[in-house]
């Protein structure tokens, strides 16, 4: 007799399909907008892989009228709650601070803050892009268990008592080493792209986001690092938007 196939609870397979967040979820089977195979969904149902899942045009409705924010933060902000004294970037999330060159067809509205949440975090002495949104799938996409977004970073950095031409005096081989063979928290690191974008400033693209993971990696090969920005996650770039100022995602961008 062939085994039964395994069943997981509604509101992971609806993440797993990409249709929300698990609170989402939750938030639309209690309102009566889910049915799997006909059936008004219950909470907590467990569902085979092949379920049929529908979901309510009104729960659409409510999700297209979020809003995902890009945002430079400047160097003194944390990205998440306040902590020591320090604000939270979303304090930044004003219509002062919009950037005039924002052309997304939105307006902005004081509901869009609720619910509004960093979707991955940005060390507080470092700048750059920083993404706050409402929507389930876009966290999901940036910080979900089986995220491979790319993220790039410039960082300027020093080696000793050289803080010019730092290129010429770094070793080859500690470079190689940044690219693949650091361990950090007892584990292995993914390989990364590391390049000297100019002979002060390296380029990193990392697959995966362990805290301070760049400070970390550069102290283990000696170099001091003096500037970190990030300037592109997935296909989505920092471009011209000022320190300070923020943007909407445009409905044509893709993470």
């Given at each position: 007799?062939?085994?039964?196939?395994?069943?997981?609870?509604?509101?992971?397979?609806?993440?797993?399909?990409?249709?929300?967040?698990?609170?989402?979820?939750?938030?639309?089977?209690?309102?009566?907008?889910?049915?799997?195979?006909?059936?008004?969904?219950?909470?907590?149902?467990?569902?085979?892989?092949d379920?049929?899942?529908?979901?309510?045009?009104?729960?659409?409705?409510?999700?297209?009228?979020q809003?995902?924010?890009?945002?430079?933060?400047?160097?003194?902000?944390?990205?998440?709650?306040?902590?020591?004294?320090?604000?939270?970037?979303?304090?930044?999330?004003?219509?002062?601070?919009?950037?005039?060159?924002?052309?997304?067809?939105?307006?902005?509205?004081p509901?869009?803050?609720?619910?509004?949440?960093?979707?991955?975090?940005?060390?507080?002495?470092?700048?750059?892009?920083?993404?706050?949104?409402?929507?389930?799938?876009?966290?999901?996409q940036?910080?979900?268990?089986?995220?491979?977004m790319e993220?790039?970073y410039?960082?300027?950095?020093?080696?000793?008592?050289?803080?010019?031409?730092?290129?010429r005096?770094?070793?080859p081989?500690?470079?190689?080493?940044?690219?693949?063979?650091?361990?950090?928290?007892?584990?292995?690191?993914?390989?990364?792209r590391?390049?000297?974008q100019?002979?002060?400033?390296?380029?990193f693209?990392?697959?995966?986001?362990?805290?301070?993971?760049?400070?970390?990696?550069?102290?283990?090969?000696?170099?001091?690092?003096?500037?970190?920005k990030?300037v592109?996650?997935?296909?989505?770039?920092?471009?011209?938007?000022p320190?300070?100022?923020?943007?909407?995602?445009?409905?044509?961008?893709?993470f």
């Amino acid at each position: 007799m062939p085994e039964a196939s395994p069943t997981v609870r509604l509101n992971k397979r609806m993440a797993e399909l990409g249709l929300c967040s698990r609170r989402e979820a939750d938030e639309w089977i209690a309102q009566g907008w889910v049915r799997v195979d006909g059936q008004v969904a219950v909470m907590g149902l467990q569902v085979a892989p092949d379920a049929r899942i529908e979901v309510d045009r009104r729960a659409r409705g409510q999700q297209q009228q979020q809003v995902t924010v890009l945002l430079h933060k400047p160097v003194g902000y944390v990205s998440g709650q306040a902590e020591d004294g320090h604000s939270p970037a979303i304090v930044l999330v004003q219509p002062a601070n919009r950037w005039s060159g924002d052309t997304a067809p939105i307006r902005f509205a004081p509901a869009q803050l609720r619910s509004l949440a960093p979707a991955g975090r940005l060390d507080i002495d470092s700048t750059g892009l920083l993404v706050l949104t409402q929507d389930g799938r876009v966290a999901r996409q940036l910080i979900g268990e089986d995220r491979t977004m790319e993220k790039e970073y410039l960082v300027r950095v020093g080696y000793g008592e050289a803080e010019r031409d730092v290129q010429r005096a770094f070793p080859p081989a500690q470079l190689a080493r940044l690219r693949h063979g650091l361990v950090l928290d007892g584990a292995p690191l993914k390989p990364a792209r590391v390049d000297w974008q100019n002979p002060e400033q390296l380029r990193f693209v990392l697959t995966e986001g362990k805290k301070r993971q760049i400070r970390r990696m550069c102290e283990m090969v000696g170099l001091r690092v003096l500037g970190l920005k990030r300037v592109r996650i997935g296909q989505v770039v920092l471009g011209q938007l000022p320190a300070g100022q923020w943007r909407y995602l445009a409905p044509h961008e893709r993470f």
